[in-house]
C-alpha cells in the first residue's frame, strides 16, 4: 500500500483542517491507519488511530477536537481538525499498521501551521 497525505496549511488559532490520507492498493481496508504529527525539535507522537471497523482512539491533547474517519470505498482515512491550537503546528503524517503496530507504509507528511 501507498500512502499520500494532503490538506495541510496555515490557519489561525481556532480555525479547522482537514486532512485526507488517500491510498492506492486493494487491500487498504485490511489496515489500521494513523495520524502521526512531529512539530520542530520534537519526537514524532500518534495523534489519532482508526481501526478496519472504524473503532477511534485520539491521543490527550486533541481529545474532543480532531475527529479520525475513513471511506474504504474511496480508500482515504481523513483527520477532521476542529478548534485548532498554535500547538498543533506539526508536519501531520499517516501511515498504515497491523494490530501489532508493524507499519507498512508511510505517507510523505502534510504541514500544518497554526497562528496565534
Known amino acids: 500500500v501507498q500512502l499520500q497525505a494532503s490538506g495541510g496549511g496555515l490557519v489561525q488559532s481556532g480555525g479547522s483542517l482537514r486532512l485526507s490520507c488517500a491510498a492506492s492498493g486493494r487491500i487498504f481496508s485490511t489496515y489500521i491507519i494513523d495520524w502521526h504529527r512531529q512539530a520542530p525539535g520534537k519526537q514524532r507522537e500518534l495523534v489519532a488511530s482508526?481501526?478496519?471497523?472504524?473503532?477511534?482512539d485520539y491521543a490527550d491533547p486533541v481529545k474532543g477536537r480532531f475527529i479520525i474517519s475513513r471511506d474504504n470505498a474511496k480508500n482515504t482515512v481523513y483527520l477532521q481538525m476542529n478548534s485548532l491550537k498554535p500547538e498543533d503546528t506539526a508536519v501531520y503524517y499517516c501511515?498504515?499498521?497491523?494490530?501489532?503496530?508493524?507499519?507498512?507504509?508511510w505517507g510523505q507528511g502534510t504541514l500544518v501551521t497554526v497562528s496565534s
Open positions: 501511515a498504515a499498521r497491523g494490530w501489532a503496530f508493524q507499519y507498512a507504509a
Open positions: 482508526i481501526t478496519t471497523g472504524g473503532t477511534t
